[in-house]
């Protein structure tokens, strides 16, 4: 067997960021080859999520990243076991990256595209297995979508100070300079904030699936089903507009004003700014 110097052992640590034990074990399996040490780093990562793949992945954090025209905006989760290894360096490390794969990926959703797209000649799965191997636990990509636009508009993301929650929001303008209104700005980062604090089920109410809005109906028609019968209708319409109000984020009470609606403060924010703005979509990302 090669002796194993402490120098092979930094440099190995160096290029893999694992732990000085683990390195030593690999040079010393690959009988001092350091480039089949580093398969046997990636193997023993491989191994660990195999072995791991049954683990429930609720701890994590959201990732958010904008191109620099602000044109393409980003949103990904990364999950892993425990809220210790949530907070490492190491998986730290790996989510901040994977903000940075998620925005050079070509697709705008799948995760599985994410693990194949390549920055800097690595692939996110490699640069996965390798999170894993570090820290022992079951790490994958929970969510991914992307945003682009494709005329005037701005795209705004905001993340809960805990890194758990976090929300990227469309609005689409009538011309450039609306969107680029500081007053516009702020309204749409306020409106991301809100989306994160009230967790809206859509944009609007031709966007909740026909099953949720008879299963509500029913669920109102059981409550009120002592009541005269002639009644019981207008009474479920109003509980199902209520619904609505509650869940549909234009028709939501603003967080930051509850005496208007979110449509009414972007409408507002769009006047003030010389054009008009409209949500056209927006996604909510939460891990735990």
């Known amino acids: 067997m090669a002796e194993i110097s402490a120098a092979l052992v930094m440099k190995l640590r160096k290029m893999s960021g694992q732990g000085m034990m683990d390195c030593k074990k690999a040079l010393q399996e690959a009988d001092g080859d350091i480039n089949e040490a580093i398969n046997i780093l990636r193997k023993k990562g491989l191994a660990t999520l195999a ?149 809206p089920l859509a944009l609007n109410k031709d966007q909740i699936d026909t099953e949720t809005i008879e299963r509500e109906k029913a669920i109102f028609a059981e409550q009120v089903k002592n009541k005269p019968e002639n009644i019981i209708e207008k009474i479920v319409m109003g509980k199902l507009q209520k619904f609505f109000a509650e869940n549909c984020l234009l028709q939501q009470p603003f967080v930051k004003d509850d005496s208007k609606t979110v449509e009414q403060v972007l409408a507002e924010a769009a006047k003030q700014s010389g054009g008009k703005a409209n949500i056209k979509r927006f996604a909510r990302f939460d891990v735990g």
């Open 51 to 199: 072995k791991r793949a049954e683990r429930e992945t609720s701890q994590g954090l959201v990732v958010c990243k904008n191109s620099a025209d602000g044109r393409t905006a980003t949103m990904a989760t990364l999950c892993c076991e425990t809220d210790f290894v949530a907070k490492s360096d190491d998986f730290i490390a790996a989510a901040q990256s994977l903000a940075d794969f998620a925005l050079a990926c070509p697709a705008n959703e799948g995760i599985e595209n994410i693990l194949e797209t390549t920055v800097d000649g690595k692939k996110y799965n490699d640069l996965l297995t390798e999170t894993v191997s570090k820290t022992g636990e079951k790490t994958q990509v929970g969510d991914y979508t992307k945003y682009k636009l494709e005329g005037p508009g701005l795209i705004s993301t905001y993340i809960h100070f805990n890194g758990k929650v976090g929300t990227m929001v469309q609005i689409d303008t009538s011309d450039d300079a609306t969107a680029s209104s500081d007053m516009l700005k702020r309204t749409a980062g306020d409106i991301a904030m809100h989306i994160t604090a009230t967790k």
